[in-house]
């Protein structure tokens, strides 16, 4: 009987990959401009044997009563079956999403017309406080009429199918027994966080809105933080035609290969149809991994690049002996602890004195708007995540959600946020759990790789090499608290973060 099982998981795990393949090649595709529409329910149906039920019921068996490594093999691939069952219902709600963003029009009062995919770039770099608001009034009105709806209906069809299953309960306790951490120890320290920082906060806020955009908190809205964040004063120092040849300058004196040998191919120009948002898509790990950017402009391109780029070598630097499980699904918070780690070096005084135009003079204060930045952005994504606990649990009716966001969002940011946005401000599956403990796992990792190849361990030949071969090479076997462990970094926590918070204030 285990030889039969056993024969099933490697028949199980080659049809996953296959499907996985031409999923992330599509929603590459369609999502980097390079296609109008995406066919996910062509692909679901091709490889419908993948995930189906003789496939969900085998895998369920081995998670209920194996131990070890076959038990964290039967969690990961448990969750990516009940991940995929769930994308094969809502495949046509996600095409319908994916080819309204392609299409949709913004209409401003005065008849000119903003696509939807570029609004939030044109919202960042307009100076003009009553420009940016009615850019970002008419985006809202737009979404709540046509985008907000189908957001909301796939939440809810989601969370039917999910219960449908019967894997733990309710939506977040199956979600916790597959994930393998508890989501109420870290929703408890988002609580805590915003607490511990509020005064900083409090004391730092009104001096970014005056000095950014001449603006008190009483009147901060989101399309104020977005163009806040922008942080157009530094762009001479960050141009646009060096930022890839520095990165993968620095990459290179680090030991590795920026594009790992060929393995990354980076699509870091404009585009129509092209995301705002950047992304990576492993389409073959490790061998065919694209780095999607559509430039904003100024340091915001080059903490992106970095970012995406740390997902990128992740992907293309997995061990090939490393089964499907390893390479493709487990805890995203390491990929994205990884991502942090590289886009962090946009907050490292060394790093940025050897590969930007920042000046002497200059570097205190743009060390101490990096210092603002991370903590907003880490105050939204605590708040997201209490948000999406409550949204999650069931416990708050889905029409008194909007009034929920806009109270937890407005609270712990002072921007005050659109209803609009409820639904779509809603990461897939708590992915705001693995951002928040990417953000944990960077700054230990990073105070690990200080202790081993010193300050500047970025430009140090034998940190790359270990790199890749103590992090990248395992994948995702590990959950983000054992990596860290394994390679002697420590618990995670936020205080580390609020430490290279406070040092980047002091400048």
Request: proline share 5%; net charge negative; charged share 30%.
């Amino acid at each position: 009987m285990p030889r039969m099982m056993d024969d099933g998981l490697d028949a199980l795990r080659e049809r996953g990959e296959a499907f996985l393949v031409d999923l992330s090649r599509e929603y590459y595709e369609a999502h980097a401009g390079l296609k109008s529409e995406a066919q996910l329910q062509a692909i679901f149906a091709t490889h419908a044997a993948a995930f189906d039920d003789e496939a969900l019921a085998m895998v369920h068996d081995r998670f209920a009563t194996a131990t070890g490594e076959a038990h964290r093999s039967a969690r990961m691939l448990l969750d990516w079956l009940v991940e995929s069952r769930c994308g094969r219902e809502l495949a046509p709600l996600e095409e319908r999403e994916i080819a309204w963003e392609g299409a949709a029009k913004i209409t401003l009062p005065d008849g000119t017309v903003e696509p939807y995919q570029r609004s939030a770039i044109t919202t960042a770099n307009t100076r003009d406080k009553r420009e940016r608001q009615v850019l970002d009034d008419a985006r809202a009105a737009l979404v709540e009429a046509e985008l907000a709806p189908l957001k909301r209906e796939r939440l809810e069809r989601e969370h039917e199918v999910v219960a449908s299953l019967r894997i733990g309960g309710d939506y977040v306790a199956t979600w916790e027994a597959l994930s393998g951490f508890p989501l109420a120890p870290l929703r408890d320290q988002c609580v805590q966080f915003l607490r511990d920082t509020q005064a900083m906060w409090d004391d730092v806020l009104p001096e970014f809105l005056k000095r950014g955009l001449g603006l008190t908190p009483a009147d901060a809205t989101r399309a104020d933080a977005i163009a806040l964040m922008r942080a157009p004063e530094f762009d001479g120092a960050f141009s646009a035609e060096s930022m890839e040849r520095e990165v993968r300058r620095q990459v290179t004196e680090m030991g590795a290969s920026p594009d790992a040998r060929g393995r990354v191919v980076f699509d870091t120009g404009d585009r129509p149809g092209k995301r705002a948002r950047a992304f990576c898509s492993p389409v073959r790990i490790p061998d065919e991994v694209y780095l999607v950017l559509r430039p904003h402009g100024g340091q915001n391109d080059w903490t992106t690049l970095m970012h995406e780029l740390g997902h990128a070598l992740h992907f293309a630097n997995m061990g090939r002996d490393l089964p499907f499980e390893f390479r493709w699904l487990g805890d995203n918070s390491v990929t994205e602890g990884y991502a942090m780690l590289f886009d962090h070096r946009l907050q490292d005084r060394g790093w940025l004195a050897r590969y930007t135009g920042l000046s002497k003079a200059e570097m205190p204060r743009y060390l101490r708007a990096a210092g603002f930045e991370e903590l907003q952005f880490l105050r939204r994504y605590c708040a997201k995540l209490i948000y999406e606990a409550e949204l999650h649990a069931g416990t708050t009716p889905w029409a008194s959600l909007p009034d929920l966001y806009v109270e937890t969002l407005s609270g712990a940011t002072g921007f005050r946020y659109q209803r609009a946005d409820a639904f779509l401000d809603v990461d897939p599956r708590f992915y705001a759990a693995r951002y928040l403990r990417a953000w944990q796992l960077q700054a230990v990792l990073n105070e690990s790789l200080r202790d081993r190849f010193n300050e500047d361990w970025w430009r140090n030949p034998q940190a790359g090499p270990w790199i890749e071969a103590e992090l990248f090479r395992h994948g995702q076997r590990e959950l983000a608290t054992e990596q860290a462990e394994r390679v002697g970094a420590g618990a995670l926590t936020f205080s580390p973060v609020v430490r290279g918070i406070e040092a980047l204030f002091n400048g």
